[in-house]
Nanobody
């Protein structure tokens, strides 16, 4: 099973950029549904972006055009490039991996930002992103 570890968070001013990384160990991320989630204080965890090696990336409406999710299968890493950051982007960001029994994501279900958090079985410890106005 994939064990994710996030890094790259920090404090930036509005309009700035950050690049989050998620290093995975234990298993190859190939064929997993991989997602970035975030949680602001007092708010529910929300999906930000998702990707699978054989599919197109998926984004929440709030980050489309500003965030880019990508993966490097060789390095076994997931990334989230965040540009034009806003104060509303502040929160703890988590990397997560999901698979069907057998180790690959379902062939008949799209890996998208609509996949619920409870479908993800592996989570990192989170990395804090703070955007000041």
């Amino acid at each position: 099973e994939v064990q994710p570890v996030e890094s790259g968070g920090g404090s930036v001013q509005a309009g700035g950029s950050l690049r989050l990384s998620c290093a995975a160990s234990g298993s190859s991320i190939r064929n997993y549904c991989l997602g970035w989630f975030r949680q602001a204080p007092g708010k529910e965890r929300e999906g930000v972006a998702a990707i699978e090696s054989s599919g197109a990336p998926s984004y929440a409406d709030s980050v489309k055009g500003r965030f880019t999710i990508s993966q490097n299968i060789t390095e076994n890493k997931l990334y989230l490039q965040m540009n034009s950051l806003k104060p509303d982007d502040t929160g703890m960001y988590y990397c997560a991996a999901a698979s069907a029994p057998g180790g690959s994501w379902y062939s008949n279900i799209e890996c998208s930002v609509e996949v619920e958090s409870y479908e993800y079985s592996s989570w990192g410890q989170g990395t804090q992103v703070t955007v000041s106005s």
